[in-house]
């Protein structure tokens, strides 16, 4: 039986699979992961039905959708969901990937490095500090957005203007990934802000 995710010894690294179309976008993929010493690349491929979950498990999987291109399998994302949790890539708001059941996270495609290495640790299970993907106003933005407040209600318990608040939210959606008030509550629910004190 495979160790489980949460009972991995802290000194081993976690095992990355990567399916992603374009092969800039690949190599790019596998610096970022590799780049982390608590991660290790064990394959890459073009799209996930080329990944063999069971003869070359990993710990994690990458999966690309593209935004013209195929979707994954059911059977095949359902594979590799069950053999290892999923980070998918794909663009803020594609419909498809609410299809995709068992998602861990979902990237941008102009996600920077170490946001994606974020996500992995996240959808590992890794204690992160969540505020180093949000900043500290961003945070306080989030919380008021949990709360129901409009943007007018936030920027005067802020101090700041509609605008500024405005700006914060889509800094806010782009980072997290989403593109309307509801995402971006499960989303910040996900990462431990609406909690967090």
Not at 8 to 19: G, K, N, Q, Y
Not at 73 to 96: E, I, K, M, N, W
Request: charged fraction near 25%; charge should be positive; hydrophobic fraction near 45%.
């Amino acid at each position: 039986m495979r160790t489980s995710l949460a009972q991995r010894d802290s000194e081993s690294s976690w095992t990355v699979a990567i399916a992603v179309g374009l092969p800039l976008a690949r190599i790019g993929v596998e610096c970022a992961v590799a780049g982390d010493r608590d991660f290790r690349v064990v394959a890459s491929v073009g799209l996930a039905e080329e990944l063999d979950p069971v003869g070359c498990p990993a710990d994690l999987t990458v999966v690309e959708v593209a935004p013209h291109g195929p979707v994954p399998a059911p059977v095949v994302f359902g594979a590799l969901v069950c053999h290892s949790r999923v980070v998918v890539l794909a663009h803020a708001g594609d419909p498809r990937v609410r299809e995709l059941s068992g998602v861990g996270a979902v990237v941008g495609h102009d996600t920077e490095a170490r946001d994606l290495v974020r996500a992995l640790r996240v959808t590992a299970g890794d204690r992160l500090p969540r505020r180093e993907l949000l900043s500290r106003r961003e945070v306080e933005t989030v919380r008021h957005i949990g709360q129901g407040l409009t943007h007018r209600q936030i920027a005067r318990r802020m101090g700041l203007t509609e605008a500024t608040v405005s700006t914060y939210v889509k800094r806010i959606r782009g980072k997290l990934n989403v593109t309307n008030k509801a995402e971006l509550v499960l989303r910040a629910m996900a990462f431990g802000y609406l909690t967090e004190r």
